[in-house]
T-cell receptor
Framework: DTGVSQDPRHKITKRGQNVTFRCDPI?????LYWYRQTLGQGPEFLTY????????KSRLLSDRFSAERPKGSFSTLEIQRTEQGDSAMYLC???????????FGSGTRLTVV | AQTVTQSQPEMSVQEAETVTLSCTYD???????LFWYKQPPSRQMILVIR??????QNATENRFSVNFQKAAKSFSLKISDSQLGDAAMYFC??????????FGAGTRLTVKP
């Protein structure tokens, strides 16, 4: 296992298009987290899963944002009708239940033009 | 709500010298964890060191150590014998027992040869 993988690394999209990002966590990790990071800022929590259950989604930025983890393994984050303000790095992290720290992926950089 | 404050947007240190990065946090909880993460220009977040709030002894990892002052809600990171590879963004993070991790805005560390 090589850690948390995110795909794609970079995504350029036109305003109004939908985009979907994928995260593959460390295989034995049952918790998976999504964060957004804008330039010069720390990561901002979006949502997290324990296995396939989405336990917190109230901090997704708007109803244009949604996430899934259908089989409790990989997860997808979708942004519908993208806006320029959605341009950011989207980070995924995973952990074991009860673990104190997270392992982060390298992120997907989204640019909305 | 828990907040994490890093009051130093940028810091600079001479190679082989020691530097301290500051972090304060606000919480009403008694059981929590604190972390320092490093984010090099490649953007993957790497865990540097962590501290459990119930432990009085300050955590140490090789050249990295923390000064944890629970009453003052302060959690600073000391880097000894700074190396060029230490140059990165450093994020302080807080996590309570069953909640997500919250990050500060980060400190950009420059190491001068």
């Amino acid at each position: 296992d090589t850690g948390v993988s995110q795909d794609p690394r970079h995504k350029i999209t036109k305003r109004g298009q939908n985009v979907t990002f994928r995260c593959d966590p460390i295989s034995e990790h049952n918790r998976l987290y999504w964060y957004r990071q804008t330039l010069g800022q720390g990561p901002e929590f979006l949502t997290y899963f324990q296995n396939e259950a989405q336990l917190e989604k109230s901090r997704l930025l708007s109803d244009r944002f949604s996430a899934e983890r259908p089989k409790g393994s990989f997860s997808t984050l979708e942004i519908q009708r993208t806006e320029q303000g959605d341009s950011a790095m989207y980070l995924c992290a995973s952990s074991l239940l009860g673990a104190k720290g997270y392992t982060f992926g390298s992120g997907t950089r989204l640019t909305v033009v | 709500a828990q907040t994490v404050t890093q009051s130093q947007p940028e810091m600079s240190v001479q190679e082989a010298e020691t530097v301290t990065l500051s972090c304060t946090y606000d919480t009403s909880e008694s059981d929590y964890y604190l972390f320092w993460y490093k984010q090099p220009p490649s953007r993957q977040m790497i865990l540097v060191i962590r501290q459990e709030a119930y432990k009085q002894q300050n955590a140490t990892e090789n050249r990295f150590s923390v000064n944890f002052q629970k009453a003052a809600k302060s959690f600073s990171l000391k880097i000894s014998d700074s190396q060029l590879g230490d140059a990165a963004m450093y994020f302080c993070a807080y996590r309570s027992a069953n909640n997500d991790m919250r990050f500060g805005a980060g400190t950009r560390l420059t190491v001068k040869p």
